[in-house]
Protein backbone atom coordinates (compact mmCIF):
# COMPACT_ATOMS: atom_id res chain seq x y z
CA UNK A 1 0.00 0.00 0.00
CA UNK A 2 1.24 3.75 -1.01
CA UNK A 3 2.29 5.95 1.75
CA UNK A 4 -0.21 8.55 2.45
CA UNK A 5 1.27 12.11 2.68
CA UNK A 6 1.17 12.77 6.28
CA UNK A 7 2.02 9.21 7.45
CA UNK A 8 5.40 9.08 7.85
CA UNK A 9 8.50 11.52 7.63
CA UNK A 10 12.28 10.76 7.53
CA UNK A 11 15.15 13.15 8.55
CA UNK A 12 18.23 14.16 6.40
CA UNK A 13 21.49 15.58 7.98
CA UNK A 14 23.68 16.92 5.17
CA UNK A 15 27.08 18.12 7.22
CA UNK A 16 28.86 20.19 4.69
CA UNK A 17 32.24 22.05 5.10
CA UNK A 18 30.67 25.28 7.07
CA UNK A 19 27.18 24.06 8.27
CA UNK A 20 24.74 21.49 8.95
CA UNK A 21 21.12 21.43 7.07
CA UNK A 22 18.54 18.88 8.27
CA UNK A 23 15.38 18.84 6.41
CA UNK A 24 12.36 17.03 7.54
CA UNK A 25 10.61 15.50 4.89
CA UNK A 26 7.20 13.97 4.01
CA UNK A 27 8.03 10.55 3.18
CA UNK A 28 5.10 10.21 0.48
CA UNK A 29 6.09 12.56 -1.65
CA UNK A 30 9.28 14.81 -0.14
CA UNK A 31 7.79 17.98 0.63
CA UNK A 32 9.52 20.05 3.04
CA UNK A 33 8.07 20.01 6.65
CA UNK A 34 10.97 21.81 8.35
CA UNK A 35 14.22 23.21 7.36
CA UNK A 36 17.14 24.09 9.72
CA UNK A 37 20.40 25.38 9.04
CA UNK A 38 23.36 25.66 11.60
CA UNK A 39 27.03 26.86 11.10
CA UNK A 40 30.04 25.65 13.04
CA UNK A 41 30.85 28.07 15.92
CA UNK A 42 34.70 27.46 16.16
CA UNK A 43 35.20 26.41 12.57
CA UNK A 44 33.24 30.57 11.71
CA UNK A 45 36.37 31.73 13.89
CA UNK A 46 39.07 30.01 11.57
CA UNK A 47 40.02 28.12 14.46
CA UNK A 48 42.62 25.23 14.27
CA UNK A 49 43.03 26.01 10.71
CA UNK A 50 45.84 27.53 8.31
CA UNK A 51 45.18 28.29 5.03
CA UNK A 52 48.44 28.98 3.81
CA UNK A 53 49.82 25.52 5.27
CA UNK A 54 46.44 24.07 4.09
CA UNK A 55 45.50 22.89 6.77
CA UNK A 56 42.23 22.26 7.62
CA UNK A 57 40.53 20.73 10.97
CA UNK A 58 37.67 20.82 12.50
CA UNK A 59 36.67 20.36 16.11
CA UNK A 60 34.02 17.53 16.71
CA UNK A 61 31.99 19.22 19.14
CA UNK A 62 31.47 21.85 16.37
CA UNK A 63 29.36 18.94 15.10
CA UNK A 64 27.73 18.04 18.24
CA UNK A 65 26.82 21.71 18.63
CA UNK A 66 24.85 21.98 15.72
CA UNK A 67 23.39 18.44 15.60
CA UNK A 68 20.37 19.15 18.69
CA UNK A 69 19.93 22.51 17.28
CA UNK A 70 19.52 21.94 13.41
CA UNK A 71 17.00 18.63 14.35
CA UNK A 72 14.85 20.59 17.16
CA UNK A 73 14.59 23.37 14.76
CA UNK A 74 13.54 21.48 11.77
CA UNK A 75 11.07 19.12 14.13
CA UNK A 76 9.50 22.54 15.54
CA UNK A 77 9.16 24.09 12.19
CA UNK A 78 6.87 21.18 11.41
CA UNK A 79 4.28 21.35 14.17
CA UNK A 80 2.76 19.86 16.30
CA UNK A 81 2.59 15.69 16.20
CA UNK A 82 5.20 15.28 13.32
CA UNK A 83 7.81 14.67 15.61
CA UNK A 84 6.13 11.37 16.63
CA UNK A 85 5.67 9.87 12.61
CA UNK A 86 9.52 10.63 12.19
CA UNK A 87 10.44 6.95 11.44
CA UNK A 88 14.11 6.98 10.53
CA UNK A 89 17.43 8.74 9.96
CA UNK A 90 20.71 9.55 8.09
CA UNK A 91 23.29 11.58 7.82
CA UNK A 92 25.90 12.25 4.93
CA UNK A 93 29.15 14.20 5.78
CA UNK A 94 32.00 15.97 3.75
CA UNK A 95 35.10 13.18 3.00
CA UNK A 96 37.47 11.58 3.25
CA UNK A 97 37.31 13.79 6.95
CA UNK A 98 38.35 11.35 9.46
CA UNK A 99 39.59 11.80 12.99
CA UNK A 100 41.45 9.86 15.37
CA UNK A 101 39.68 7.77 17.99
CA UNK A 102 40.28 6.28 21.26
CA UNK A 103 38.85 2.34 22.00
CA UNK A 104 35.17 3.59 22.46
CA UNK A 105 35.43 5.43 19.02
CA UNK A 106 35.47 8.86 20.83
CA UNK A 107 37.21 11.60 18.33
CA UNK A 108 40.42 12.33 20.66
CA UNK A 109 39.73 16.01 20.90
CA UNK A 110 36.87 15.16 22.94
CA UNK A 111 39.18 14.40 25.82
CA UNK A 112 40.95 16.91 28.03
CA UNK A 113 44.48 16.34 26.85
CA UNK A 114 43.41 16.45 23.23
CA UNK A 115 40.83 19.29 23.21
CA UNK A 116 42.82 21.75 21.65
CA UNK A 117 45.14 20.02 19.51
CA UNK A 118 44.26 20.32 15.51
CA UNK A 119 46.20 16.82 15.02
CA UNK A 120 43.33 14.70 17.40
CA UNK A 121 40.51 16.84 15.30
CA UNK A 122 38.45 15.89 12.28
CA UNK A 123 41.02 16.29 9.33
CA UNK A 124 38.94 18.07 6.41
CA UNK A 125 38.17 16.66 3.29
CA UNK A 126 40.45 19.82 1.66
CA UNK A 127 43.14 19.62 4.11
CA UNK A 128 46.34 18.92 1.65
CA UNK A 129 48.93 18.68 4.39
CA UNK A 130 49.99 15.24 3.35
CA UNK A 131 51.54 15.59 0.32
CA UNK A 132 54.42 13.81 0.91
CA UNK A 133 52.72 10.85 2.02
CA UNK A 134 50.16 10.45 -0.74
CA UNK A 135 53.03 10.52 -2.57
CA UNK A 136 55.03 7.65 -0.58
CA UNK A 137 51.30 5.54 -1.44
CA UNK A 138 51.20 6.11 -4.32
CA UNK A 139 55.21 5.19 -5.35
CA UNK A 140 54.93 1.56 -3.10
CA UNK A 141 51.73 0.85 -5.03
CA UNK A 142 53.91 1.02 -8.16
CA UNK A 143 56.57 -0.42 -7.11
CA UNK A 144 56.62 -2.82 -4.37
CA UNK A 145 56.01 -5.70 -6.63
CA UNK A 146 52.28 -6.83 -5.03
CA UNK A 147 48.81 -6.31 -5.62
CA UNK A 148 48.57 -2.46 -7.04
CA UNK A 149 45.87 -1.63 -3.83
CA UNK A 150 45.06 2.08 -5.79
CA UNK A 151 43.54 0.44 -8.93
CA UNK A 152 39.80 1.20 -8.07
CA UNK A 153 40.83 4.60 -6.91
CA UNK A 154 41.78 5.67 -10.19
CA UNK A 155 45.04 4.39 -10.06
CA UNK A 156 46.55 7.82 -8.03
CA UNK A 157 46.25 8.00 -4.79
CA UNK A 158 45.30 11.68 -3.01
CA UNK A 159 46.52 13.44 -0.26
CA UNK A 160 42.58 14.14 0.60
CA UNK A 161 41.94 10.87 1.72
CA UNK A 162 42.24 8.31 4.53
CA UNK A 163 45.89 6.60 4.57
CA UNK A 164 47.26 9.68 3.55
CA UNK A 165 45.80 11.94 5.97
CA UNK A 166 46.32 9.02 9.24
CA UNK A 167 50.08 9.02 8.10
CA UNK A 168 50.19 13.04 8.37
CA UNK A 169 48.74 13.07 11.53
CA UNK A 170 51.41 9.97 12.91
CA UNK A 171 53.64 12.23 11.67
CA UNK A 172 52.52 14.99 13.24
CA UNK A 173 52.34 14.42 16.49
CA UNK A 174 53.57 11.30 18.01
CA UNK A 175 51.05 11.13 21.07
CA UNK A 176 47.97 11.22 18.77
CA UNK A 177 49.40 8.66 16.99
CA UNK A 178 50.22 6.48 20.19
CA UNK A 179 46.26 7.25 22.00
CA UNK A 180 44.58 6.27 18.61
CA UNK A 181 42.80 2.90 18.62
CA UNK A 182 41.73 3.88 15.04
CA UNK A 183 40.45 6.08 12.75
CA UNK A 184 36.73 7.27 12.19
CA UNK A 185 35.32 9.33 8.82
CA UNK A 186 32.61 11.69 10.01
CA UNK A 187 30.32 9.91 8.53
CA UNK A 188 30.66 6.65 10.74
CA UNK A 189 31.17 8.74 13.58
CA UNK A 190 28.07 10.08 13.74
CA UNK A 191 25.96 6.97 13.10
CA UNK A 192 28.04 5.33 15.89
CA UNK A 193 27.34 7.95 17.94
CA UNK A 194 22.80 8.13 17.19
CA UNK A 195 22.62 4.32 17.77
CA UNK A 196 25.29 4.06 20.69
CA UNK A 197 28.02 1.87 19.61
CA UNK A 198 30.43 2.36 22.08
CA UNK A 199 33.14 -0.19 20.63
CA UNK A 200 34.81 0.22 17.41
CA UNK A 201 34.56 -3.65 16.85
CA UNK A 202 30.48 -2.85 16.89
CA UNK A 203 30.96 0.49 14.13
CA UNK A 204 29.42 -0.15 11.39
CA UNK A 205 32.04 0.98 8.12
CA UNK A 206 30.15 3.17 5.20
CA UNK A 207 30.86 1.23 2.02
CA UNK A 208 31.07 4.32 0.32
CA UNK A 209 33.93 6.19 2.60
CA UNK A 210 35.99 3.52 2.86
CA UNK A 211 35.53 2.29 -1.07
CA UNK A 212 36.33 5.30 -2.40
CA UNK A 213 39.23 7.08 -0.07
CA UNK A 214 40.37 4.00 2.12
CA UNK A 215 41.22 1.64 -0.68
CA UNK A 216 38.27 -1.35 0.33
CA UNK A 217 37.47 -3.87 -2.09
CA UNK A 218 36.11 -6.95 -2.20
CA UNK A 219 38.53 -8.80 -4.19
CA UNK A 220 41.10 -7.81 -1.49
CA UNK A 221 41.87 -10.07 1.27
CA UNK A 222 40.53 -9.05 4.27
CA UNK A 223 39.16 -5.69 1.89
CA UNK A 224 41.63 -3.50 2.67
CA UNK A 225 45.34 -2.96 1.87
CA UNK A 226 47.49 -6.03 3.11
CA UNK A 227 49.71 -5.65 6.66
CA UNK A 228 52.53 -6.08 4.39
CA UNK A 229 52.06 -3.29 2.16
CA UNK A 230 50.72 -0.98 5.07
CA UNK A 231 53.53 -2.07 7.05
CA UNK A 232 56.16 -0.63 4.46
CA UNK A 233 54.74 2.67 4.63
CA UNK A 234 54.04 2.48 8.61
CA UNK A 235 54.19 -0.65 10.96
CA UNK A 236 51.85 1.49 13.04
CA UNK A 237 49.14 1.51 9.95
CA UNK A 238 48.57 -2.65 10.79
CA UNK A 239 46.98 -2.15 14.05
CA UNK A 240 44.83 0.37 12.04
CA UNK A 241 43.54 -2.23 9.25
CA UNK A 242 42.85 -4.74 12.02
CA UNK A 243 40.33 -1.90 13.35
CA UNK A 244 38.94 -1.36 10.77
CA UNK A 245 36.82 -5.18 10.36
CA UNK A 246 37.05 -6.72 6.95
CA UNK A 247 33.27 -5.52 6.06
CA UNK A 248 31.87 -2.24 4.79
CA UNK A 249 27.68 -1.70 4.39
CA UNK A 250 25.59 0.20 2.17
CA UNK A 251 23.63 3.38 3.48
CA UNK A 252 20.47 1.45 2.00
CA UNK A 253 20.86 -0.71 5.66
CA UNK A 254 20.21 0.34 9.51
CA UNK A 255 23.35 1.03 11.49
CA UNK A 256 21.12 0.33 14.72
CA UNK A 257 18.58 2.51 16.56
CA UNK A 258 18.56 5.74 17.78
CA UNK A 259 19.54 6.05 21.38
CA UNK A 260 16.91 6.90 24.03
CA UNK A 261 19.50 9.75 25.23
CA UNK A 262 19.80 11.03 21.37
CA UNK A 263 15.77 10.16 20.92
CA UNK A 264 15.23 12.51 23.43
CA UNK A 265 18.11 15.47 22.83
CA UNK A 266 16.47 15.69 19.39
CA UNK A 267 13.27 15.24 19.89
CA UNK A 268 12.40 12.13 18.13
CA UNK A 269 11.37 8.52 19.07
CA UNK A 270 14.03 6.05 20.29
CA UNK A 271 14.50 3.34 17.84
CA UNK A 272 13.79 4.30 14.63
CA UNK A 273 16.77 2.79 12.00
CA UNK A 274 19.65 5.63 11.69
CA UNK A 275 20.87 4.78 8.41
CA UNK A 276 24.67 3.41 7.66
CA UNK A 277 26.51 7.15 6.73
CA UNK A 278 27.74 8.23 3.47
CA UNK A 279 29.57 11.12 1.66
CA UNK A 280 28.09 14.64 1.08
CA UNK A 281 28.05 13.97 -2.85
CA UNK A 282 26.85 10.63 -3.19
CA UNK A 283 23.83 11.00 -1.27
CA UNK A 284 23.37 14.42 -3.11
CA UNK A 285 23.84 12.41 -6.24
CA UNK A 286 20.57 10.71 -4.98
CA UNK A 287 19.03 13.59 -3.86
CA UNK A 288 19.45 14.86 -8.11
CA UNK A 289 18.32 11.81 -9.47
CA UNK A 290 21.02 10.00 -10.07
CA UNK A 291 20.64 7.13 -12.58
CA UNK A 292 22.60 5.13 -15.09
CA UNK A 293 24.12 7.47 -17.74
CA UNK A 294 23.11 10.67 -15.62
CA UNK A 295 25.72 12.42 -14.35
CA UNK A 296 25.50 14.30 -11.41
CA UNK A 297 27.60 17.68 -10.70
CA UNK A 298 27.21 18.74 -6.86
CA UNK A 299 28.43 22.01 -6.94
CA UNK A 300 29.83 23.90 -4.23
CA UNK A 301 33.01 24.72 -2.56
CA UNK A 302 34.09 22.33 -4.53
CA UNK A 303 32.73 20.00 -6.92
CA UNK A 304 31.57 16.37 -6.98
CA UNK A 305 30.98 14.48 -10.19
CA UNK A 306 28.91 11.33 -9.43
CA UNK A 307 27.76 8.97 -12.27
CA UNK A 308 26.38 5.04 -11.88
CA UNK A 309 26.63 2.59 -13.98
CA UNK A 310 25.03 -1.17 -14.14
CA UNK A 311 27.32 -3.83 -12.54
CA UNK A 312 29.29 -5.13 -15.89
CA UNK A 313 28.35 -8.59 -17.99
CA UNK A 314 29.09 -11.64 -15.87
CA UNK A 315 29.21 -9.10 -12.67
CA UNK A 316 26.28 -10.76 -10.83
CA UNK A 317 27.83 -11.85 -7.54
CA UNK A 318 26.93 -13.73 -4.55
CA UNK A 319 27.12 -12.27 -0.96
CA UNK A 320 31.25 -11.35 -0.25
CA UNK A 321 32.19 -12.13 -3.53
CA UNK A 322 33.75 -9.60 -5.48
CA UNK A 323 32.44 -8.50 -9.05
CA UNK A 324 34.27 -9.69 -12.26
CA UNK A 325 34.97 -8.03 -15.17
CA UNK A 326 34.98 -4.35 -13.44
CA UNK A 327 36.21 -2.06 -16.29
CA UNK A 328 38.94 0.00 -14.38
CA UNK A 329 38.63 4.00 -15.13
CA UNK A 330 41.42 5.68 -14.63
CA UNK A 331 42.37 9.13 -12.84
CA UNK A 332 39.16 9.38 -10.67
CA UNK A 333 38.08 9.22 -7.45
CA UNK A 334 37.15 5.60 -7.53
CA UNK A 335 34.45 3.19 -8.54
CA UNK A 336 33.14 0.96 -5.43
CA UNK A 337 29.80 -1.33 -5.68
CA UNK A 338 27.30 -0.05 -4.44
CA UNK A 339 28.72 3.09 -3.02
CA UNK A 340 25.87 5.64 -4.56
CA UNK A 341 22.93 3.29 -5.72
CA UNK A 342 22.70 -0.06 -3.98
CA UNK A 343 23.47 -2.33 -6.78
CA UNK A 344 25.14 -0.64 -9.26
CA UNK A 345 28.38 0.47 -9.69
CA UNK A 346 29.23 4.01 -8.59
CA UNK A 347 32.20 6.71 -10.05
CA UNK A 348 32.94 9.79 -8.36
CA UNK A 349 35.24 12.81 -9.78
CA UNK A 350 35.51 16.28 -9.05
CA UNK A 351 37.42 19.39 -8.66
CA UNK A 352 39.58 20.41 -5.82
CA UNK A 353 38.29 23.98 -5.87
CA UNK A 354 34.54 25.80 -7.49
CA UNK A 355 33.11 28.24 -5.95
CA UNK A 356 36.25 28.53 -3.64
CA UNK A 357 37.91 29.80 -6.89
CA UNK A 358 35.34 32.43 -6.82
CA UNK A 359 35.34 33.15 -3.39
CA UNK A 360 38.87 33.68 -3.41
CA UNK A 361 38.86 36.80 -6.44
CA UNK A 362 35.79 37.88 -3.92
CA UNK A 363 38.53 38.24 -1.13
CA UNK A 364 40.79 39.90 -3.74
CA UNK A 365 39.01 42.55 -4.48
CA UNK A 366 37.45 43.22 -1.45
CA UNK A 367 41.14 44.01 0.25
CA UNK A 368 40.83 47.34 -0.28
CA UNK A 369 37.35 47.71 1.84
CA UNK A 370 38.32 45.04 4.66
CA UNK A 371 42.22 46.88 5.38
CA UNK A 372 41.47 50.89 4.53
CA UNK A 373 37.79 51.54 5.07
CA UNK A 374 38.32 50.94 9.06
CA UNK A 375 40.90 53.52 8.84
CA UNK A 376 38.76 56.28 6.59
CA UNK A 377 38.41 59.19 9.01
CA UNK A 378 35.12 60.95 9.29
CA UNK A 379 32.49 57.84 8.77
CA UNK A 380 31.20 56.27 12.19
CA UNK A 381 32.00 52.38 12.80
CA UNK A 382 28.23 51.52 11.99
CA UNK A 383 28.41 53.01 8.69
CA UNK A 384 31.50 51.74 8.13
CA UNK A 385 30.36 47.87 9.16
CA UNK A 386 26.69 48.52 6.73
CA UNK A 387 28.98 50.08 4.01
CA UNK A 388 31.74 46.52 3.98
CA UNK A 389 28.40 44.45 4.41
CA UNK A 390 26.62 45.98 1.49
CA UNK A 391 29.65 45.82 -0.76
CA UNK A 392 30.31 42.16 0.59
CA UNK A 393 26.75 41.17 -0.80
CA UNK A 394 27.15 42.93 -4.35
CA UNK A 395 30.58 41.99 -5.15
CA UNK A 396 30.15 38.78 -6.84
CA UNK A 397 26.39 39.38 -8.66
CA UNK A 398 28.18 42.91 -9.44
CA UNK A 399 31.01 40.90 -11.02
CA UNK A 400 28.59 37.86 -12.53
CA UNK A 401 25.88 40.84 -13.95
CA UNK A 402 29.40 42.39 -15.86
CA UNK A 403 30.97 39.37 -17.31
CA UNK A 404 28.27 37.95 -18.46
CA UNK A 405 27.82 40.84 -21.14
CA UNK A 406 31.25 40.35 -21.95
CA UNK A 407 31.96 38.12 -25.40
CA UNK A 408 34.21 34.93 -24.81
CA UNK A 409 36.24 35.72 -28.13
CA UNK A 410 36.95 39.25 -27.09
CA UNK A 411 39.18 38.62 -23.30
CA UNK A 412 42.14 36.37 -24.60
CA UNK A 413 42.52 35.52 -20.63
CA UNK A 414 43.08 31.50 -20.06
CA UNK A 415 42.94 30.39 -16.71
CA UNK A 416 43.51 27.11 -14.38
CA UNK A 417 41.05 26.19 -12.04
CA UNK A 418 43.65 24.38 -9.58
CA UNK A 419 43.60 26.85 -6.98
CA UNK A 420 43.43 23.78 -4.39
CA UNK A 421 45.44 21.29 -6.80
CA UNK A 422 43.87 18.88 -8.95
CA UNK A 423 41.35 16.43 -7.79
CA UNK A 424 40.43 14.67 -10.84
CA UNK A 425 41.44 13.71 -13.65
CA UNK A 426 44.35 12.10 -12.31
CA UNK A 427 44.90 14.08 -8.58
CA UNK A 428 47.85 16.13 -8.17
CA UNK A 429 47.60 18.76 -5.25
CA UNK A 430 51.07 20.10 -6.41
CA UNK A 431 49.52 21.64 -9.15
CA UNK A 432 48.51 25.71 -8.87
CA UNK A 433 46.00 27.82 -10.24
CA UNK A 434 47.05 30.53 -12.87
CA UNK A 435 45.76 33.01 -15.12
CA UNK A 436 47.54 33.87 -18.65
CA UNK A 437 46.58 36.50 -21.42
CA UNK A 438 46.69 39.45 -19.40
CA UNK A 439 46.96 42.69 -20.31
CA UNK A 440 46.49 46.58 -19.11
CA UNK A 441 42.54 46.11 -20.49
CA UNK A 442 42.29 42.97 -18.45
CA UNK A 443 39.84 44.87 -15.88
CA UNK A 444 38.06 42.62 -13.34
CA UNK A 445 35.09 41.28 -14.54
CA UNK A 446 37.21 39.97 -17.50
CA UNK A 447 39.35 37.81 -15.15
CA UNK A 448 35.81 36.88 -13.15
CA UNK A 449 35.20 35.28 -15.98
CA UNK A 450 38.36 33.63 -17.03
CA UNK A 451 37.96 31.99 -13.59
CA UNK A 452 34.44 30.95 -14.31
CA UNK A 453 35.43 29.38 -17.56
CA UNK A 454 38.61 27.42 -15.95
CA UNK A 455 36.31 25.89 -13.70
CA UNK A 456 34.01 24.81 -16.80
CA UNK A 457 36.83 23.77 -18.60
CA UNK A 458 37.94 20.85 -15.27
CA UNK A 459 34.34 20.08 -15.71
CA UNK A 460 34.93 19.43 -19.27
CA UNK A 461 37.85 17.31 -18.64
CA UNK A 462 36.24 14.99 -16.23
CA UNK A 463 33.48 14.32 -18.46
CA UNK A 464 36.08 13.92 -21.75
CA UNK A 465 37.86 11.04 -19.13
CA UNK A 466 34.59 8.98 -18.40
CA UNK A 467 33.89 9.03 -21.73
CA UNK A 468 37.56 8.06 -22.71
CA UNK A 469 37.17 5.01 -20.34
CA UNK A 470 33.98 3.53 -21.80
CA UNK A 471 31.25 5.58 -19.01
CA UNK A 472 28.44 6.72 -21.05
CA UNK A 473 26.91 10.33 -20.17
CA UNK A 474 23.81 11.01 -21.35
CA UNK A 475 22.98 13.79 -19.96
CA UNK A 476 24.36 16.21 -16.78
CA UNK A 477 22.27 17.58 -13.90
CA UNK A 478 23.66 19.84 -11.80
CA UNK A 479 23.16 20.48 -7.93
CA UNK A 480 24.56 22.43 -4.93
CA UNK A 481 24.93 26.37 -4.25
CA UNK A 482 26.35 27.24 -7.53
CA UNK A 483 23.48 25.27 -9.83
CA UNK A 484 21.18 27.25 -7.78
CA UNK A 485 22.48 30.66 -7.37
CA UNK A 486 24.58 31.09 -10.01
CA UNK A 487 22.79 31.23 -13.78
CA UNK A 488 26.10 32.90 -15.34
CA UNK A 489 28.49 30.12 -14.11
CA UNK A 490 25.45 27.25 -15.45
CA UNK A 491 25.09 28.75 -19.35
CA UNK A 492 28.93 28.87 -19.51
CA UNK A 493 29.63 25.28 -18.18
CA UNK A 494 26.57 23.87 -20.56
CA UNK A 495 28.28 26.06 -23.55
CA UNK A 496 31.81 24.65 -22.35
CA UNK A 497 30.66 21.12 -22.22
CA UNK A 498 27.75 21.95 -25.47
CA UNK A 499 25.15 19.84 -23.14
CA UNK A 500 21.74 20.80 -21.51
CA UNK A 501 22.28 21.18 -17.49
CA UNK A 502 19.57 20.84 -15.61
CA UNK A 503 18.97 22.15 -12.12
CA UNK A 504 16.27 20.35 -9.77
CA UNK A 505 14.25 22.88 -7.65
CA UNK A 506 14.86 22.72 -3.73
CA UNK A 507 17.38 24.06 -1.42
CA UNK A 508 18.71 21.18 -0.01
CA UNK A 509 19.24 17.92 -2.15
CA UNK A 510 21.81 16.58 -0.24
CA UNK A 511 19.86 16.65 2.79
CA UNK A 512 16.63 15.22 0.49
CA UNK A 513 19.53 12.63 -0.72
CA UNK A 514 20.05 11.40 2.98
CA UNK A 515 16.61 11.33 3.90
CA UNK A 516 15.80 8.83 0.52
CA UNK A 517 18.26 6.38 2.60
CA UNK A 518 16.52 6.97 6.15
CA UNK A 519 13.41 6.27 4.24
CA UNK A 520 14.97 3.00 2.71
CA UNK A 521 16.36 1.71 5.99
CA UNK A 522 13.14 2.15 7.85
CA UNK A 523 11.57 0.32 5.40
CA UNK A 524 9.24 2.87 3.92
CA UNK A 525 10.64 1.85 0.17
CA UNK A 526 12.16 -1.52 -0.71
CA UNK A 527 14.80 0.44 -2.35
CA UNK A 528 16.72 3.84 -3.65
CA UNK A 529 14.92 3.97 -7.19
CA UNK A 530 11.42 3.52 -5.63
CA UNK A 531 12.02 6.51 -2.98
CA UNK A 532 13.63 8.24 -5.53
CA UNK A 533 10.49 8.05 -8.29
CA UNK A 534 8.37 9.24 -5.10
CA UNK A 535 11.05 11.64 -3.46
CA UNK A 536 12.65 13.36 -6.09
CA UNK A 537 12.01 17.14 -6.90
CA UNK A 538 11.14 18.50 -10.48
CA UNK A 539 13.17 19.93 -12.68
CA UNK A 540 13.05 23.50 -12.11
CA UNK A 541 15.84 24.64 -14.85
CA UNK A 542 17.47 23.39 -17.81
CA UNK A 543 20.71 25.41 -19.47
CA UNK A 544 20.76 24.98 -23.38
CA UNK A 545 24.25 25.09 -24.90
CA UNK A 546 24.50 28.11 -27.40
CA UNK A 547 26.19 27.27 -30.82
CA UNK A 548 28.40 30.40 -31.63
CA UNK A 549 29.69 30.15 -27.76
CA UNK A 550 29.79 26.54 -27.48
CA UNK A 551 32.25 26.63 -31.16
CA UNK A 552 34.54 29.33 -29.23
CA UNK A 553 34.78 27.17 -25.91
CA UNK A 554 35.89 24.35 -28.05
CA UNK A 555 38.87 26.23 -29.40
CA UNK A 556 39.39 27.78 -25.80
CA UNK A 557 39.65 24.87 -24.11
CA UNK A 558 42.36 23.51 -26.15
CA UNK A 559 44.01 26.48 -24.72
CA UNK A 560 43.21 25.39 -20.91
CA UNK A 561 44.72 22.11 -22.20
CA UNK A 562 47.87 23.40 -23.85
CA UNK A 563 48.10 26.00 -20.02
CA UNK A 564 47.39 22.76 -18.22
CA UNK A 565 50.18 20.76 -19.72
CA UNK A 566 52.97 23.99 -19.35
CA UNK A 567 52.03 24.28 -15.63
CA UNK A 568 52.22 20.38 -14.97
CA UNK A 569 55.45 20.43 -16.26
CA UNK A 570 56.88 23.29 -14.84
Known amino acids: M ?3 KGDAYVLGLDYGSDSCRAVLIDA ?29 RQHPQDYLDVLEGTVKEAVSKAGNGIASRVKGIAIDTTGSTPCAVDAKGTPLALLPEFAENPSAMFVLWKDHTALAEAAKINHLAKTWGGEDYTKYEGGIYSTEWFWSKIL ?16 LEHCDWMTALLT ?4 IASIKRSRCAMGHKAMWHRSFAGGYPSEEFLSKLDPRLVNIRKSLGT ?23 AGIPVAIGAYDAHMGAVGGGVR ?41 CGQVDGSVVPGMLGYEAGQSAFGDVYAWFKQLVMWPIEALLPGVEGIDAGTKEKIAKEISKKVIPELEKTAASIDPASTGIIALDWLNGRRTPD ?119 RAREAGIYDKLYQEYLKLGAFAEKG
Do not use: H
Not at 168 to 183: L, Q, T
Open 196 to 199: GADT
Open 28 to 56: SDGSEAGVAVMYYPRWTKGLYCSPGDNRF
Open 427 to 545: ANQLLKGAVTGLTLGSDAPRVYRALAEATAFGARAIVERFRQEGVAIEGIIGVGGVARKSPFVMQIIADVLNMPISVPAGDQPVALGAAMFAAVAAGLYPDIPAAQKAICAPIEKTYTP
Open 247 to 269: ETYTSDQSAGGLTGEWAERLGIP
Open 292 to 332: PGWLIKVMGTSTCDVIVAPQPAGGEKLVNEPLVNEPLVRGI
Open 168 to 183: RVFAEDPRVAEKAASF
Open 2 to 4: ALQ
